[in-house]
């Protein structure tokens, strides 16, 4: 909400706070990995012909970063979402859209147990799921204000504490805080909850506090702000809350507020959640997870965050593979596939496939073009 720096463009000042400026002096980059993960094991698609694909053959390695690049409208998504993606989804989960026209997989699909498709998509469709009830520290929240003395001798449970169910919740607003109210001929107008005042509860749950803070307080509280308060008395549902909201945190989302309506978060926001959720995700079977033009209303900074959310996926045994025109994410590629060489008709082949060193030394690749002064 402030402005950080405005100026000439040929004057750039360094040491300011903004970190488009930090990115445009080259103060901060992204950097180019110093080495490419090598890889062993893979998914084949044979014979891939949906939309203009020109029944291609491609190699999809495990357990490393793959970006498919190519020119708009030259085959990525249909290669990618339509073939790979929804075939295998079909393959894991046994469910999902119909994929588009291919012969066979092929390759070690026994090293994998799931794919999932990140997209920017709000997460949750309730306009009361928010990112604390996402990752599931709302739950242990609940749990620790039910064990507040005061709750106990009111008979106060966890579900008192909850928005979604009746009990705790104020009924007028139905645990929104806010009343929204169609207009005709105009947009809807929400209004504050005159019976709640916004606070979501009723007046004897909004009693009870846990180190002076009431549950609405709390989800007033941002992540940050939640993992200090809850970091300064360590009890073992203390320690749960934290361990569900740090994964917030490392992707960057920390100046979120908990009880943040999902609907009111920016796509890079939802889809940084999203991350976050796997990233905090105990049952750790090795998935692929598919990103279709992830870098989309990201800063470089962003890109940068996001860059470490992949890594930390890949630490974990999983495949990551992004749909991406972003030049500083394909430099950190280990393997590229680049479609194309143009777009529509024209386009379907596989054009090269390789390391981005590889892709940067092939003639015929737009990308390998502007790669090459990149690396
Ligand atoms: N549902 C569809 N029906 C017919 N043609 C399509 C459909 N979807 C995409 N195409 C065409 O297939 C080609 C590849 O599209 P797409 O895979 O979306 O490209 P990219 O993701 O690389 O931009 C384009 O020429 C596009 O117009
Ligand atoms: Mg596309
Ligand atoms: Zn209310």
């Known amino acids: ?35 490419r993960r090598k890889w062993n094991n893979y998914i084949k698609v044979e014979g891939a012909a949906h939309n203009n694909l020109k029944g291609i053959d491609v190699i999809f390695p495990l357990h490393i970063m793959t970006v498919v690049t190519g020119v708009s409208g030259s085959g990525k998504s249909s290669l990618v979402r339509d073939v790979f993606f929804k075939s295998l989804s079909r393959f894991y989960e046994e469910d999902g859209e119909q994929p588009g026209i291919f012969n066979r997989l092929s390759g070690d699909m026994h090293l994998v147990k799931h794919i999932e498709f990140v997209d920017q998509n709000p997460i949750g469709k309730s306009s009361r799921s ?15 204000y039910a064990e507040q003395q005061a709750a106990k001798q009111m008979g106060f449970t966890p579900a008192y504490f909850s928005f979604n169910v009746e009990g705790g919740r104020c009924e007028e607003c139905k645990g929104d805080g806010t009343i929204t109210v169609e207009m005709q001929f105009m947009a809807d107008i929400t209004l504050t909850c005159e019976s709640c005042h916004g606070k979501r509860f009723k007046q004897d749950i909004l009693e009870i506090e846990y180190r002076g803070k009431n549950i609405n307080d709390v989800l007033e509280m941002t992540i940050n702000q939640a993992i200090e308060f809850f970091s300064e008395q360590q009890g073992s549902t203390e320690k749960k809350i934290i361990k569900r909201l740090k994964p917030l945190q490392d992707v960057g989302l920390g ?3 908990l009880g943040q309506a999902s609907s009111t978060l920016s796509g890079g926001e939802n889809q940084r959640v999203k991350l976050a959720y796997f990233l905090s995700n105990e049952k750790q079977e090795p998935t692929i997870f598919v990103f279709d033009e992830p870098t989309t209303g990201l800063h470089f900074h962003d890109i940068k965050t996001l860059l470490k959310a992949f890594d930390s996926l890949i630490e974990k045994g999983h495949t990551v593979v992004i749909i991406e025109h972003n ?12 479609m194309g060489p143009e777009g529509g008709d024209k386009g379907g082949f596989l054009v090269c496939a390789g390391t981005p060193e590889e892709i940067a030394s092939c003639e015929k690749s737009y990308t390998g073009k502007y790669l090459k002064d990149k690396l």
């Open 255 to 257: 100046y979120i507020k």
């Open 1 to 35: 909400g402030e402005v950080v720096y405005q100026g000439d463009l040929s004057k750039l000042e360094k040491a300011t706070k903004s970190y488009t400026v930090r990115y445009l002096t080259g103060e901060e980059k992204i950097e180019t990995p110093a080495h």
């Open 327 to 338: 030049m500083d994410v394909i430099k950190c590629a280990d393997y590229v596939i680049d």
């Open 130 to 144: 928010n990112p604390a009830t996402y990752l599931k520290a709302f739950d242990e929240i609940r749990k620790l």
